[in-house]
């Protein structure tokens, strides 16, 4: 099994609540994070949910892996002050001009 850090659309709010260094901003319809793992960034809040190799395959897909956003490997910080290395999709694309989260916690839009 593979432990995946989501903070998006791919968050199913079964997985273990936790947060991991990034800079999160709003892309509109979905959440991107850059930074991860700087000291410097802000946290980033969501859960750690485990999927098959087959699973992250698909989410690999589905994230545009790796040129929309990459996967790649840090820490999750978890509520009880424990932390472990998981997998996380980090945005690959200028976020210049998009608005940031600054509590990192992204709220999925309402459709219209």
């Known amino acids: ?13 079964a997985g273990k ?20 793992d700087n000291p410097y960034a ?11 190799d087959k699973t992250l ?5 589905i994230e545009g892996h790796p040129t929309f956003y990459c996967r790649r490997r840090c820490e999750a910080y978890y509520l009880d002050g424990t ?3 998981v997998w996380v ?14 509590d990192g916690n992204w709220k999925r839009k309402e459709a219209l």
Not at 43 to 49: S, Y
């Open 17 to 36: 609540a936790a947060s991991i260094q990034g800079d999160m901003y709003d892309a509109g319809f979905f959440p991107a994070v850059v930074n991860i």
């Open 57 to 61: 395959i698909n989410f690999d897909h």
């Open 1 to 13: 099994m593979n432990k995946v850090f989501v903070y998006g659309i791919l968050k199913t709010g």
């Open 42 to 52: 802000y946290q980033t809040w969501g859960e750690v949910i485990e999927v098959s």
């Open 89 to 102: 999709y980090e945005y690959q694309r200028d976020v210049t001009n998009l608005p940031e989260i600054l």
């Open 83 to 85: 932390s472990e290395p």
